[in-house]
């Protein structure tokens, strides 16, 4: 990716940090590959006085080794070895003083909870640097960057001791959504339809490098067979690297992201416990808060239900995809899932991934049926009824006294809604008013690819949303 698309917000507030006249302590973190570093150098347009990037898997000793090679790399002319984090940043506090006509110091340390080793004492160090030193002046502006979403928060931005309330500005840097995919795909000149673009983001969600990975000339189908299918695919097993650096224990991690790949409308921490037979304790509550805060889960209370019925789903597409169809699987098919394509797996996969592809995108929903800017929860609802009941893709509970009954279908082409569809709606809509004896006005809405076709039974719809809508910004 060669140049900056999206992240108008981040790239705002960037802009309004660089006009700053005081010292700036700026946290960016999000899951890995997507995007921080990139948006970091392009902003600043890789204009640091001092740059470093921890290293994985490494102790104390090599982490301060390479520490002092970045230092000399800026201009550091000492080559006295470094004991420690305070004598680090004491040779970098010199290394800046040394510089005094420069107006603006960036500092720039990524992937820095990978410098945070065990016993090393590096937080104190740093908190010393800032705190001691850095914060007093005008001249600074230290920007650290992390994947691993959990130590950010934990360590850095929620810290209790030296460094609370400390750091100035965060960005949290979220997936893209489908409309910066759809301009990512357009400055590579690939022509591909929204629908194409929707299959893939399904796939490989809103991740940039990811994205960074299609090859221009070959399909969807074609782009994720090589990523993914073929001996050497790029992306066969990026699941444990993926894990591995943002969480210690990932086995745990994934042990409950795969339990969750399994339930499309997800679980409550008590099925949790009993499916990953994982006892009832905190251990478990800070895994799910770590997968939240990193985007892979998302957590939501059924319509109607109470605090502790708080249900976790699983929204990462690629993990999604992995378990679904590389999980314990050796296949050697070079076209595996060009032959999967419009057959009943393709169709049950791309119905409840379409779900969760809608769910992602629920502001954009939103913004299709004007409610903005009234408050609005939204959920899912399963009827009670043991036979004969019903289950709502998506309710949008709305402060105006409406609840839009969305129904959401994957389609290559317009949706027909026929009599047997029809009455399968309004069965819907009577035993939902039935159950949950609400006296609000119901309004059903069909969120599809390419919208209903008009017809006799269509009128039963009040809203159509298609790929389309959900593509806006």
Same mark, same amino acid.
């Given at each position: 990716m &060669?140049q900056?698309?999206?992240r108008?917000?981040?790239?705002e507030?960037?802009?309004n940090?660089?006009?700053?006249?005081?010292?700036?302590?700026?946290?960016?973190?999000?899951r890995?590959?997507?995007?921080?570093?990139f948006?970091?150098?392009?902003?600043?347009k890789?204009?640091f006085?001092?740059e470093h990037?921890?290293m994985s898997? $490494?102790n104390?000793?090599?982490?301060?080794? &390479?520490?002092?090679?970045?230092?000399?790399?800026?201009?550091?002319k000492s080559f006295?070895?470094?004991?420690n984090w305070?004598e680090?940043?004491?040779r970098?506090?010199?290394?800046i003083?040394?510089?005094k006509?420069?107006?603006k110091?960036v500092?720039?340390l990524?992937?820095?909870?990978?410098?945070?080793?065990?016993?090393s004492?590096?937080?104190?160090?740093?908190?010393h640097?800032?705190?001691?030193?850095?914060?007093h002046?005008?001249?600074i502006?230290?920007v650290?960057?992390?994947?691993s979403?959990?130590w950010?928060?934990?360590?850095?931005?929620?810290n209790?001791?030296?460094?609370?309330?400390?750091? #100035?500005?965060q960005?949290?840097?979220?997936?893209? /959504?489908?409309?910066?995919?759809?301009?990512?795909?357009?400055?590579?000149k690939?022509?591909?339809?929204?629908y194409?673009? $929707?299959?893939c983001?399904?796939?490989?969600?809103g991740i940039?490098?990811?994205?960074?990975?299609? #090859?221009?000339g070959?399909?969807?189908s074609?782009?994720?067979?090589?990523?993914?299918?073929?001996?050497?695919? %790029?992306?066969r097993?990026?699941?444990?690297?993926?894990?591995?650096a943002?969480?210690q224990?990932?086995?745990?991690?994934?042990?409950?992201?795969?339990?969750?790949?399994?339930?499309?409308?997800?679980?409550?921490?008590?099925?949790?416990i009993?499916?990953?037979?994982?006892?009832?304790?905190?251990?478990l509550?800070?895994?799910l808060a770590?997968?939240?805060? @990193?985007?892979f889960?998302? @957590?939501?209370?059924?319509?109607?239900k109470? =605090?502790?019925?708080?249900?976790?789903?699983l929204?990462?597409f690629y993990?999604s995809?992995?378990?679904?169809?590389? @999980?314990?699987?050796?296949?050697n098919?070079?076209? =595996?899932?060009?032959?999967?394509?419009d057959?009943?797996?393709?169709?049950a996969w $791309?119905g409840?991934?379409?779900?969760?592809?809608?769910?992602?995108?629920i502001k954009q929903?939103k913004q299709?049926?004007?409610?903005?800017?009234?408050?609005?929860?939204?959920?899912?609802? %399963?009827?009670k009824?043991l #036979?004969d009941?019903?289950?709502?893709?998506?309710?949008i509970?709305?402060?105006?006294h409406?609840?839009?009954l969305?129904?959401i279908?994957? @389609?290559?082409?317009?949706? =027909?809604i026929?009599?047997?569809?029809?009455?399968?709606l309004?069965?819907?809509?009577?035993?939902?008013?039935?159950?949950?004896?609400?006296?609000?006005?119901?309004?059903? =809405?069909?969120?599809t /690819?390419y919208? %209903?076709?008009?017809?006799?039974?269509s009128g039963?719809?009040?809203?159509?949303i298609?790929?389309t809508?959900i593509?806006?910004?």
């Amino acid at each position: 990716m &060669s140049q900056l698309i999206g992240r108008i917000y981040e790239q705002e507030e960037i802009r309004n940090i660089l006009q700053s006249d005081s010292s700036e302590f700026i946290a960016v973190y999000g899951r890995r590959r997507v995007g921080k570093t990139f948006l970091i150098r392009q902003m600043f347009k890789n204009s640091f006085f001092f740059e470093h990037t921890g290293m994985s898997d $490494a102790n104390m000793k090599i982490q301060l080794q &390479s520490f002092d090679k970045s230092l000399q790399k800026s201009g550091s002319k000492s080559f006295q070895k470094l004991i420690n984090w305070f004598e680090a940043f004491e040779r970098l506090k010199q290394l800046i003083d040394k510089k005094k006509s420069l107006r603006k110091k960036v500092l720039f340390l990524d992937e820095l909870p990978w410098l945070d080793t065990p016993k090393s004492g590096f937080i104190s160090a740093l908190e010393h640097f800032w705190n001691g030193w850095a914060a007093h002046r005008s001249d600074i502006m230290l920007v650290v960057c992390g994947s691993s979403t959990s130590w950010m928060i934990n360590k850095l931005i929620n810290n209790k001791g030296g460094l609370h309330n400390r750091i #100035t500005r965060q960005i949290k840097l979220q997936p893209f /959504t489908l409309n910066e995919c759809e301009q990512y795909i357009k400055s590579l000149k690939f022509n591909w339809s929204k629908y194409d673009i $929707a299959e893939c983001y399904m796939v490989l969600g809103g991740i940039p490098y990811y994205w960074s990975l299609l #090859t221009k000339g070959l399909s969807v189908s074609q782009n994720i067979d090589k990523l993914f299918f073929n001996q050497g695919g %790029v992306l066969r097993n990026e699941i444990n690297n993926l894990y591995a650096a943002l969480f210690q224990s990932p086995v745990k991690y994934l042990k409950i992201v795969e339990c969750l790949a399994k339930k499309r409308k997800g679980l409550t921490r008590d099925e949790l416990i009993k499916e990953i037979d994982e006892t009832s304790g905190g251990g478990l509550s800070n895994m799910l808060a770590d997968l939240e805060n @990193s985007d892979f889960i998302r @957590s939501y209370f059924p319509f109607n239900k109470k =605090t502790k019925n708080k249900v976790f789903q699983l929204t990462d597409f690629y993990s999604s995809f992995y378990f679904h169809f590389l @999980s314990n699987k050796t296949n050697n098919n070079f076209n =595996t899932w060009s032959a999967l394509i419009d057959n009943a797996i393709h169709r049950a996969w $791309a119905g409840y991934t379409f779900e969760l592809l809608c769910l992602i995108h629920i502001k954009q929903i939103k913004q299709a049926l004007s409610i903005l800017g009234i408050y609005s929860t939204d959920a899912s609802w %399963v009827s009670k009824k043991l #036979t004969d009941g019903v289950q709502i893709d998506l309710l949008i509970d709305r402060n105006d006294h409406v609840i839009n009954l969305c129904e959401i279908k994957y @389609s290559m082409y317009e949706f =027909t809604i026929d009599k047997n569809y029809s009455e399968n709606l309004r069965r819907k809509l009577s035993v939902f008013r039935e159950e949950t004896k609400t006296n609000k006005s119901v309004f059903l =809405t069909m969120i599809t /690819t390419y919208g %209903v076709k008009q017809n006799e039974y269509s009128g039963i719809i009040q809203k159509s949303i298609s790929l389309t809508d959900i593509f806006v910004i």
